[in-house]
């Protein structure tokens, strides 16, 4: 045990600047001058809506506490579903999950909602590749979201939608890459930039839960590196736990799950109902300002 409390702390060393905050401490209190506050955005991640456990109605109470925040839009991080990527899944089981989002997604219609796929949101278990409902079109199309990767602008900020479900979990194809060193290329400089993903790019706490970050970040870090005047911050999930790491400059937030244990009472070393180890289920509210500045508040929601 003495050992692999060792190999931990190690490895934990090796993020250089890395700072796990508690859910109280993940407001950036980054300096904001005379800087305007020109976006405000809602990060959910991790809903894995479901018929059980009354998640529909608690996902609706939810979104009333975050609408008292008046965001300007929503980022959804993945894992939109509770999980149709298991081998017993049947098709009805996707469906029945399909359409509770889309009721829940109503709840808020006057809102656009940016969202990434999730490795629990594609439904392999499809009898061929051919079924409309295999892999990650189906997936797109119940997202409404231009494909499985993407870019937008807002208010002078550019924003990119990855896709972290490839051959080596949490990972970019080759394809993608191409992509995203041409978009960031071709974006003016000192372009402020906002990256989701589903799995974290660089994070502390995927120590405390097996793994479960990219595993291409040194290629992510480098070429972010390349790009230091424009990537400002990467916000994702995917571990149900909260952190902050900066390297470089680059504010990395782990914006825990809007689930929290996956709508269940949480696992029993849980500080609290719905809690995953020390994290409550909850949302974060991220303001952008004109000169790059970000900050990334989680709050905690009481179910």
């Known amino acids: 045990m003495k050992s692999n409390r060792r190999s931990a702390i190690k490895s934990m060393?090796?993020?250089?600047?890395?700072?796990?905050?508690?859910?109280?401490?993940?407001?950036?209190?980054?300096?904001?001058?005379?800087?305007?506050?020109?976006?405000?955005?809602?990060?959910?991640?991790?809903?894995?809506?479901?018929?059980?456990?009354?998640?529909?109605?608690?996902?609706?109470?939810?979104?009333?506490?975050?609408?008292?925040?008046k965001p300007d839009f929503f980022l959804n991080g993945g894992d939109t579903i509770y999980a149709a990527d298991y081998s017993h899944i049947t098709r009805e089981r996707v469906n029945e999950q399909w359409q509770i989002w889309s009721q829940c997604r109503a709840s808020i219609k006057e809102y656009e909602v940016y969202s990434c796929l999730g490795n629990h949101d594609m439904w392999w278990a499809a009898p061929d590749k051919s079924d409309e409902m295999y892999g990650k079109n189906h997936v797109v199309k119940q997202l409404d979201i231009p494909g499985r990767y993407y870019s937008f602008d807002k208010n002078d900020w550019h924003f990119i939608v990855l896709d972290s479900n490839n051959?080596?979990?949490?990972?970019?194809?080759?394809?993608?890459?191409?992509?995203?060193?041409?978009?960031?290329a071709a974006l003016p400089a000192n372009t402020p930039v906002?990256?989701?993903?589903?799995?974290?790019?660089?994070?502390?706490?995927?120590?405390?839960?097996?793994?479960?970050m990219h595993t291409d970040y040194k290629y992510l870090i480098d070429l972010f590196y390349q790009h230091k005047d424009k990537v400002k911050s990467c916000v994702s999930g995917h571990i149900h736990l909260l952190d902050k790491v900066v390297y470089n400059d680059v504010s990395y937030y782990c914006n825990g799950a809007l689930s929290g244990f996956?709508?269940?009472?949480?696992?029993?070393?849980?500080?609290?109902?719905?809690?995953?180890?020390?994290?409550?289920?909850?949302?974060?509210?991220?303001?952008?300002?004109?000169?790059?500045?970000?900050?990334?508040?989680?709050?905690?929601?009481?179910?």
């Open 13 to 69: 060393a090796v993020l250089a600047g890395a700072t796990a905050l508690s859910p109280q401490a993940m407001a950036s209190t980054a300096k904001k001058g005379k800087s305007k506050r020109v976006l405000r955005i809602a990060h959910i991640t991790d809903v894995h809506i479901r018929p059980e456990h009354d998640a529909p109605k608690r996902f609706e109470k939810c979104m009333e506490e975050v609408r008292k925040h």
């Open 167 to 184: 051959k080596n979990a949490g990972s970019l194809d080759e394809a993608q890459r191409e992509w995203l060193e041409k978009d960031l």
């Open 194 to 212: 906002l990256i989701m993903s589903h799995y974290p790019l660089l994070a502390a706490c995927t120590h405390l839960d097996g793994g479960g």
């Open 262 to 303: 996956w709508w269940e009472e949480g696992d029993k070393n849980s500080a609290g109902k719905s809690y995953y180890l020390q994290t409550p289920p909850g949302y974060a509210i991220i303001d952008l300002y004109s000169d790059g500045t970000v900050t990334n508040e989680y709050i905690s929601h009481s179910f």
